[in-house]
T-cell receptor, first 114, second 115 residues
Framework: AQSVTQLGSHVSVSEGALVLLRCNYSSSVPPYLFWYVQYPNQGLQLLLKYTSAATLVKGINGFEAEFKKSETSFHLTKPSAHMSDAAEYFCAVSAPGAGNMLTFGGGTRLMVKP | ETGVTQTPRHLVMGMTNKKSLKCEQHLGHNAMYWYKQSAKKPLELMFVYNFKEQTENNSVPSRFSPECPNSSHLFLHLHTLQPEDSALYLC??????????????FGPGTRLTVT
């Protein structure tokens, strides 16, 4: 079985500051990992994914995430926050061979202050 | 239309009504999902269909009844709902197992309010 923990249900940063959203996972096999973003009253949009290739993954809107096996982490970062980044972010894990099921974290709401 | 579409986007219904939510995917996928997203609660997987066959029912009450007539369409039939069923209902689809890394593509959701 796999699980995902997102530390911090709310994160607030100033515009132009570094964004760091934390995600830790547990999985009995090497996982696939995903970050999704959800804007108000919309569905989830895939930001980026890790599928056992490069450990540093670049996604859309300037976001990237690094897979660290030793720390069982997949934290999401962006060097400089924009007001338009304000949204809810979800980390998810899938175990290869366990079907096409995703396990989601509880989400982190990112607020960007002007 | 591209991606995953859901209709209606907003729905208000009384507890004695019967309504249906519709989802359509234009991505050539073979797996489809229903999720429930309530305020201050994690995303809850409700049902999974693979190649039109239901492969997962996450202990969902029988007042929610899914239907998957083909790999592109998914319905959620609703009857005698409770106020606590008010939520955003999200549909998603994904490619078949073994063909990708299992990412799911989501529709915009239906905001359901039960009065």
């Amino acid at each position: 079985a796999q699980s995902v923990t997102q530390l911090g249900s709310h994160v607030s940063v100033s515009e132009g500051a570094l964004v760091l959203l934390r995600c830790n996972y547990s999985s009995s096999v090497p996982p696939y990992l995903f970050w999704y973003v959800q804007y108000p009253n919309q569905g989830l949009q895939l930001l980026l994914k890790y599928t056992s290739a490069a450990t540093l993954v670049k996604g859309i809107n300037g976001f990237e995430a690094e897979f660290k096996k030793s720390e069982t982490s997949f934290h999401l970062t962006k060097p400089s926050a924009h007001m338009s980044d304000a949204a809810e972010y979800f980390c998810a894990v899938s175990a290869p061979g366990a079907g096409n099921m995703l396990t989601f974290g509880g989400g982190t709401r990112l607020m960007v202050k002007p | 239309e591209t991606g995953v579409t859901q209709t209606p986007r907003h729905l208000v219904m009384g507890m004695t009504n019967k309504k249906s939510l519709k989802c359509e995917q234009h991505l050539g996928h073979n797996a489809m999902y229903w999720y429930k997203q309530s305020a201050k609660k994690p995303l809850e997987l409700m049902f999974v269909y693979n190649f039109k066959e239901q492969t997962e029912n996450n202990s969902v009450p029988s007042r929610f009844s899914p239907e998957c007539p083909n790999s592109s369409h998914l319905f959620l039939h609703l009857h005698t709902l409770q106020p606590e069923d008010s939520a955003l209902y999200l549909c998603a689809s994904s490619p078949p197992q073994g063909t990708s890394s299992y990412e799911q593509y989501f529709g915009p959701g239906t905001r359901l309010t039960v009065t």
